[in-house]
C-alpha cells in the first residue's frame, strides 16, 4: 500500500487512491493489553445492543419493587466487594487477558453436565479469586483478546498437572447467545461473570463504566429471569429477587459529595444498574482487586443503602 501511494495519480485508478486514503486515515482497533487485571483498553465486553450493556434509566419499575427491595435490607449498605488486599489476598474477583495462542488445558468438571467442556486457555499460575490457599469460590476468569471470548471457571483446584473444577462456561463475546435454559455457568446465576465486574481501567482510565454490575444476596427464590438462565433456591416467595433480577440506584440520589471512583460507580449504577448475580452477603458489588485502588474512597460506596435502589420491570419469571 505504501509503494502505490508513492505512484502519481495518474497511474493509479481512483478506486485505488480511495482505498488508500482509507486505509491511511482509519484509526487502529482497539486491542486489550495481557496480563493479570490488564486494561481493555476501552473495548466494550458483548455487543452494543447486549442486556448488559442496556441503559435502563428509563425503564418502568416493577410492581413489586418496594418488597423486592425490602427483603434485601432497606437498611443494609452498598459493600464494595473488591479493592486492594483482604485478608492477605487480593480483594475482589481477579482476571486475566491471554493471547489467542494461549495453550489450552482439559478441566475435569463436578457439574459437567451444565458445563462447557473446553479446554480452558488457563495459565500456569492464574490468579484465583481469595489465592491460592482460598476455601472460598476460586473462580478464575480468562479473557482471550485475539478471539474476544471469556472462559470462566468456579471452584478451581489443581491436581499434579491436571485441573478440576465445579464448573465452567465459555462466552462468545460477539454473540448474545446465553446459556441453555436451567444451567449454570461459574456462577449461580448462568451469567458471566467478567462484564459485571467494576475494573480498574475503565474507571481510572477511561473514567465511565458502560454496562450493569454484579452484586450478590442472602436470599433469592426458585426463579430467573433473562439475562439469567439459573436460580439456586428452593424457596418460592414472590418476595425474594430471582436471579438475575435488576436495580438501579434512583435517579434523585445525591452522588455529587463522592470521590471520583465513586461517582463513577454509582453513575453506572443509575444509568445502567446492577443484577442479581449469587447467593452471597446483601447488597455486595463485585469488583476486580487492584493494588492502585483507594480503599477509602470505595469505601464511601457504603453511604448508599438498600433504600436507594429500585428493581426495574422484569420480564417472564421461570420457576422450572
Not at 419493587?65 to 425490602?70: E, M, N, Q
Not at 443484577?275 to 460506596?301: E, K, Q, Y
Request: glycine share 10%; with cysteine; hydrophobic share 40%.
Amino acid at each position: 500500500m505504501q509503494n502505490l501511494l508513492r505512484l502519481p495519480l495518474w497511474s493509479v485508478g481512483v478506486g485505488a487512491v480511495a482505498l488508500c486514503i482509507i486505509a491511511r486515515s482509519a484509526p487502529q482497533q482497539k486491542r486489550a493489553d495481557l496480563g493479570v487485571g490488564a486494561s481493555l483498553r476501552g473495548v466494550r465486553i458483548f455487543p452494543a445492543d447486549n442486556a448488559w450493556n442496556k441503559d435502563i434509566s428509563r425503564e418502568p419499575l416493577d410492581p413489586n419493587s418496594d418488597r423486592l427491595i425490602a427483603s434485601i435490607g432497606l437498611q443494609k449498605p452498598l459493600h464494595p466487594d473488591f479493592g486492594t488486599v483482604w485478608n492477605g489476598a487480593p480483594a475482589g474477583i481477579p482476571y486475566v487477558v491471554v493471547a489467542g495462542n494461549q495453550p489450552k488445558v482439559p478441566i475435569h468438571f463436578e457439574y459437567a453436565d451444565e458445563s462447557d467442556p473446553g479446554p480452558y486457555p488457563i495459565p500456569s499460575n492464574p490468579p484465583i479469586e481469595g489465592g491460592e490457599k482460598s476455601d472460598g469460590d476460586r473462580h478464575v476468569l480468562m479473557l482471550d483478546r485475539d478471539n474476544w471470548k471469556l472462559y470462566e471457571l468456579y471452584s478451581v483446584h489443581r491436581e499434579g498437572a491436571a485441573w478440576k473444577a465445579g464448573s465452567g462456561a465459555i462466552f462468545d463475546l460477539k454473540s448474545n447467545k446465553l446459556r441453555p435454559a436451567g444451567w449454570t455457568s461459574a456462577d449461580a446465576a448462568g451469567l458471566p461473570i467478567l462484564p459485571g465486574l467494576v475494573r480498574y481501567d475503565e474507571v481510572m482510565e477511561q473514567g465511565e463504566i458502560t454496562h450493569a454490575l454484579r452484586f450478590t444476596i442472602v436470599r433469592s427464590c426458585r426463579a430467573y429471569v433473562s439475562p439469567a438462565t439459573h436460580f439456586a433456591s428452593r424457596s418460592n416467595d414472590a418476595n425474594l429477587p430471582p436471579m438475575g433480577m435488576r436495580v438501579r440506584l434512583k435517579a434523585g440520589v445525591d452522588i455529587t459529595g463522592f470521590p471520583k471512583e465513586a461517582q463513577i460507580t454509582l453513575r453506572a449504577l443509575k444509568k445502567y444498574g446492577m443484577i442479581v448475580a449469587d447467593n452471597g452477603s446483601d447488597w455486595f458489588l463485585s469488583g476486580s482487586p487492584d493494588m492502585r485502588w483507594n480503599d477509602d474512597n470505595l469505601n464511601t460506596l457504603k453511604r448508599i443503602h438498600g433504600r436507594d435502589f429500585e428493581v426495574v420491570k422484569m420480564g417472564d419469571v421461570t420457576t422450572k
